[in-house]
């Protein structure tokens, strides 16, 4: 029976930011994460599938929870407030999850390899928004064309949050980028409605 | 010197299309193209570097074209109206050049490999967007939320024109979905401003 290694998963996380932040993640090695975390490489392996999984551990079942979220959020919504309102549900899961945001956003930004994969993260997000509101209803369309304005606010309001992680909550955030993207939209000489 | 073939390149043109319609993009050749356009193999070469081009020829200009548009935008115009006069602009220009859009995103539709295609094209868009915002003085964070918006707004537009090309035309379409799209993320219950 392996011992019991407390927190070993954290070690090994912080381990393994610290170490990409000095050194670029392209030249970190699992070997040079578990030395410096004082484990083994076979801790490494019962928490994490590779070193990419240090980072991304859990955000494969992002879309799905967006689109969970998406179906249970109150029928009597418009599908833009649904859309939002499950967004800012999922954005508190994910707060709770992402240790080190500010780092791990900076260690993203540094490797092409890690921004491709995040665009084709985001990519799936948007497939799962559309079809979520599909299947509440709204038409295809309109589905299409809101499914990848969430996931730009989503996408926003992560790295405003990444930025400034003891600021608001990462739920807040997103309502308040999707307020500014609407604020930005209005004309600025709105005509006067006179119905 | 080759013999000047009147209309050549709209002959080939319309010949894949109808190919592609009724066999499917990937099981179309360009010897099939040319037979039945009734030219050489030599004539086509003269137009296009491959099948895919008869469909994208001038789109690999797209970006650039945005991009600038949003440089000589009014500077008056805050960055969602600059962003959205541009995409307007370019629109009537693409509109002139796309010939069937109702054909042509139909194939586009039914193959992976150009849906592949059209996203990284897609991609390419908003970070043309992006950077011609940033360039005009938007600070950073605005412009990242408000390019993926504006190629949003420009993909959902030309697939409504493209089943509706007799309709309005492309740039009010465009216009038509940015209105909607704001519509949507209006509160169906604006508090009261008393300030």
């Known amino acids: 029976m392996p011992r019991w290694e407390p927190q070993a998963r954290d070690r090994l996380r912080a381990a393994a930011l610290e170490l990409f932040l000095a ?17 083994t490489r076979r801790t490494f ?10 980072l991304f551990a859990g955000s494969e079942e992002l879309p799905g929870a967006i689109a969970d979220a998406v179906g249970r959020a109150d029928p009597a919504l418009a599908p833009f407030d649904a859309m ?25 930004a540094a490797s092409p390899e890690l921004q491709e994969r995040g665009l084709s993260k ?3 997000v948007t497939r799962a928004l559309g079809a979520a509101l599909a299947q509440r209803g709204t038409d295809a ?3 299409a064309l809101l499914a990848p304005v969430g996931t730009a606010i989503f996408r926003a309001a992560l790295d405003r949050w990444a ?31 006179v119905t």
């Open 163 to 193: 930025r400034q992680p003891d600021g608001v909550s990462l739920a807040d955030q997103i309502r308040a980028t999707a307020a500014a993207l609407a604020a930005s939209m209005r004309p600025a000489a709105p005509a006067q409605d």
């Open 23 to 39: 050194h670029g993640y392209d030249n970190v090695t699992v070997a040079q994460i578990t030395e410096r975390a004082g484990l």
């Open 141 to 143: 369309a309109t589905a």
């Open 45 to 54: 392996s019962r928490y994490f599938a590779d070193k990419r999984d240090v």
């Open 122 to 124: 985001f990519a799936e």
């Open 84 to 108: 939002l309102s499950a967004l800012a549900e999922v954005g508190d899961l994910l707060a709770d999850r992402v240790g080190y945001p500010a780092e791990h956003s900076a260690i993203v």
